[in-house]
């Protein structure tokens, strides 16, 4: 500002760099610049995210790309900044949601701000550039952003947004923070190979194999499978599987599995087999391998799984369509004890339960 809003009087011109206020030498009101307030969202589609890129005439960041954003306005709730913005600059219609970070800039000549990024989901419009303020639009991913970023708080907000579409740390992976004392963990020789270890404390992180179940359920000569509906293998079929809960007993978990995914009550389980296994990206484990009997429940694909169905040795499906390398062996070995057990008596598969339809 350069007139004193109290008294008119003109102000001084601040210090280079100077962050306090600046006095009135007539008055001796002392004024403050204050932060400028910025709000904005990141709309994704299929994993990319929605960036535009400013127009040559714009008065700060000319040619960068940036997500849809703008000051907000006296009395103007951020949200509602935030969806005004993206109707303005690209034509949709968007409900932001939650707050996905604040950032600080002060590379804005205008002034230095705070620039408010919220989670918003698209629900109308076409993405359409006013061709003023933003010239091109697009959906990016992660791995590959355009350059420049914009600053303003612009590109803090979207590599963090990238940051956390490339993160795929998960239980079951080495920690990266020390549990103890929180200092990022190293890679360090100790107890006879590389492990994640802690410099400022000692903590050595001992990496466990993963223990899960798989379970053989047949009815009628006919084999239970699921059709996954998550990766990893989304699409493919695999025998009834998840991983044991940390208090959780192996046969716990084939009558809770059976149940979650397949809505079938099963009992008895007996143990077959142990694999090992190292084809998850999840981490290599061993696989329980257990038999079960059908004792209730109602056919019905559930959590997981997003189809199930029973399969009589020759529809079982091609290997490719069979999650893991574990679950391709084991049902390739049931087939051919199937076909070998019908080889053998002809009158057995008379004397079987009809399939229910
Ligand atoms: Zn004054
Ligand atoms: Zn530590």
Redesign the pocket.
């Known amino acids: 500002m350069r007139f004193?809003a109290?008294?008119?009087?003109e102000?001084p011109l601040p210090a280079a760099g100077a962050k306090e206020g600046v006095a009135?030498?007539?008055?001796?009101?002392i004024w403050y610049s204050t932060l400028k307030v910025a709000a904005g969202v990141l709309v994704e589609r299929e994993g990319a995210l929605l960036l535009l890129q400013r127009g040559p005439a714009d008065d700060a960041f000319a040619g960068t790309w940036n997500l849809p954003a703008g000051f907000g306005r006296a009395g103007e709730e951020p949200r509602r900044t935030a969806a005004r913005e993206a109707a303005e600059e690209a034509g949709l219609e968007v409900r932001p949601g939650l707050l996905a970070g604040a950032y600080y800039f002060d590379d804005d000549r205008r002034g230095d701000g705070l620039l408010l990024v919220y989670e918003a989901e698209a629900s109308g419009g076409q993405v359409q550039v006013d061709g003023q303020e933003a010239v091109a639009a697009g959906f990016f991913p992660a791995e590959a952003l355009p350059e420049p970023l914009c600053g303003g708080g612009h590109d803090q907000a979207i590599r963090a947004w990238a940051a956390r579409r490339l993160d795929h740390w998960y239980p079951g992976l080495p920690p990266r923070y020390c549990p103890h004392c929180t200092h990022p963990l190293e890679e360090r020789h100790v107890f006879g190979r590389q492990r994640p270890a802690c410099a400022a404390c000692g903590f050595v992180h001992f990496r466990e194999a993963k223990v899960g179940v798989s379970i053989l359920v047949e009815r009628a000569g006919h084999l239970l499978l699921v059709r996954r509906a998550i990766e990893p293998g989304r699409g493919q079929w695999c025998l009834p599987s998840g991983f044991l809960d940390w208090d959780e007993s192996p046969e716990a978990a084939v009558v809770r599995e059976c149940a979650e995914e397949t809505g079938l009550q099963v009992s008895d389980p007996v143990l077959v087999e142990v694999r090992h296994y190292t084809d998850d990206y999840r981490g290599p484990g061993l696989n329980l391998v257990y038999r079960a009997g059908i004792a209730g429940g109602r056919l019905q694909a559930g959590d997981d799984a997003g189809e199930v169905r029973f399969f009589a040795p020759a529809e079982l499906p091609p290997d490719e369509e069979i999650a893991f390398a574990n679950h391709r062996l084991l049902l390739g070995d049931w087939r051919r004890a199937e076909r070998g057990a019908g080889d053998g008596s002809q009158g057995q598969g008379a004397a079987r339960q009809p399939l229910d339809p």
């Open positions: 004193c109290e008294c008119g009087a102000l009135c030498t007539a008055c001796g009101r």
